[in-house]
C-alpha cells in the first residue's frame, strides 16, 4: 500500500473535533464533527489534495466556533485558511432569522465568483446539508423547515438553487450533480 503524507490532513480533523466538541447537529442527535467529516468525503471524491480535504473538514470551524482565519493561517497555512474562509458566512449585526436572506445572497455570490478550488471546498458542505434536507423532509414533510431560523420553503428552495448556480463550474463531477438532483428532488423545478 503506498503512503502518503497525511499528516496536515490528520492535524485539521483533530482540531476541528475539539473545536466542534460536545456540539450537536441541529435536530439530528448526533455529533455535530459527522457534518464535516461527510463533507471531507465528498471533497476526497473530486481530489485528493489534502490541503482541500483539511478546508473541508474545518470548514465550519470559524463560522460556528472561536476559531478565526489567522488561527487556521498559523496552523494550517494560508492557502487552507483562505479555502475556509470562503466558505464561511458573513457574520451581520441583527438575528440570525433577520439576516438569513442578505447573508445566503451574500453567499451565493461570494461563491459565484470563488476559484475553482474553495467551490470543491463548498460542495463537500452543501451536498452534506442538501444529503441531509433530503432525508429529514422526507421523513417529517413539512414540518422539517420548523428547525430552522426561517422556516419558508420556498426561502431555502431559493438559496439551494442560488448555490447550483454559483457551483455550476462543477457539473459533472459526481457530487455536483447528485446535489443538483437533491435539489430538484425536495425543491421541484425552477
Known amino acids: 500500500m503506498a503512503k502518503i503524507d497525511s499528516s496536515l490532513l490528520d492535524r485539521a480533523i483533530k482540531f ?11 435536530g439530528k442527535g448526533f455529533p455535530y464533527i459527522v457534518h464535516p467529516m461527510e463533507a471531507m468525503v465528498i471533497v476526497s471524491s473530486i481530489t485528493p489534495d489534502q490541503e482541500l480535504l483539511a478546508a473541508a473538514a474545518l470548514h465550519d470551524t470559524v463560522e460556528d466556533t472561536d476559531t478565526t482565519v489567522e488561527q487556521l493561517k498559523e496552523l494550517f497555512g494560508e492557502r487552507v485558511a483562505n479555502l475556509v474562509a470562503w466558505e464561511s458566512d458573513e457574520k451581520l449585526p441583527g438575528s440570525d432569522s433577520e439576516t438569513w436572506h442578505k447573508r445566503k445572497q451574500l453567499a451565493i455570490d461570494h461563491l459565484a465568483s470563488a476559484p475553482y478550488e474553495a467551490k470543491v471546498v463548498a460542495m463537500g458542505d452543501k451536498l452534506s446539508n442538501m444529503r ?7 421523513v417529517l414533510g413539512d414540518a422539517f423547515w420548523n428547525r430552522f431560523h426561517v422556516t419558508d420553503p420556498k426561502e431555502h428552495a431559493w438559496h439551494y438553487r442560488g448555490l447550483m448556480n454559483s457551483l ?11 446535489f443538483k438532483s437533491l435539489v430538484i428532488q425536495v425543491f421541484g423545478e425552477d
Open 132 to 138: 441531509a434536507i433530503a432525508h429529514d423532509y422526507a
Open 168 to 178: 455550476s463550474e462543477l457539473a459533472g463531477t459526481q457530487p455536483y450533480e447528485e
Open 16 to 26: 476541528a473535533v475539539e473545536a466542534h466538541a460536545n456540539v450537536e447537529r441541529r
